[in-house]
């Protein structure tokens, strides 16, 4: 069993999860194939690893034996990759696309830096649509992807990467908590149609009953760089003020320096998950593997 890392992979993924669903979608493959390599590895010690509680797993006193046998191999094999990959020595530009809000507030300058440096090629980022990065991923034109939403392909692994939340934001103070009928007093700063963003946003308004037609709309723009831009040089009115729906990171600078303000919906908290994606045929790639547990491990 040794041989096969994979297994103490998952093993390791369910125990720092402490779920078999957030481990599947962690490690891109399916539940039942998560449960089925526990049981492999079960079966092969000839005792329970883990138990099933209503709260998530505990691992078992043999678990927690193996969880330290199998975190020094993993530390053992990452040393080791970096040599592994000098060995194969290829000379390379790694493409990795990101969609605007990921690309442009989530990962830093000194990440691509730090990611060229572990896998001692270049690294190459666009930034682009969700649904253009999936498309260049299977035209082979990148190599991986950071997406905002999970656009399902068969041909392609995702891996869910982090949580990301949608705010109310304006360039006025605003209540920090809003009623869901307080919404319909402001002017809007919309997504377009097609954006997968407005998509989460009308399921969410949907499920509160909120009719996204009866909003002041003065805009519709095409991803986040322009909502905020838009936002920001848009008329201050604190009788009515301009607000638009964006993630956190987005403005999380602006927030601390004073200059927008964002609010919460009451009872609710808009939630997304930000996915690694990348196709199947290089499911066993050493750069591929290697970038993927980079981001993961929280270097980005």
Known sequence: MLKDF???????TVS???????????????QPAVTQQIKFIEKYLGVKI??????????????DELYKVATRLEKEINSSEKDILKIINKEMTFRLGASYTIGTYVIPGECLNEMSETINNDVNLSIDHSETIIQNLKDRKLDVGLIE???????????????????????VPIPKTLKTEELYNYRWICREESSHTRKVISEVFEELGVSCKSFDVISEVSNTTAILQTIKRSKKNAEKPVVTIISKHAISD???????????LRGYTMTRKFYIVYTKENKHNAYVDKVVDYIL????
């Not at 999970?150 to 692994?157: A, E, F, H, V």
């Open 16 to 30: 720092r999860e402490r779920s078999f669903s957030k481990a599947s979608a962690k490690l891109g493959i399916s």
């Open 254 to 264: 602006e927030v601390a320096k004073g200059e927008l303000f964002e609010a919460r």
């Open 50 to 63: 883990i138990e099933r509680k209503k709260n998530g797993i505990k691992l078992t006193a043999e678990g």
């Open 6 to 12: 994979v297994k103490l992979e998952t093993f390791l």
């Open 297 to 300: 491990a929280g270097q980005c």
């Open 149 to 171: 939403s999970p656009i399902i392909d068969s041909d392609l692994i995702y891996r869910e990467w982090v949580e990301d939340e949608l705010v109310v934001c304006s360039n």
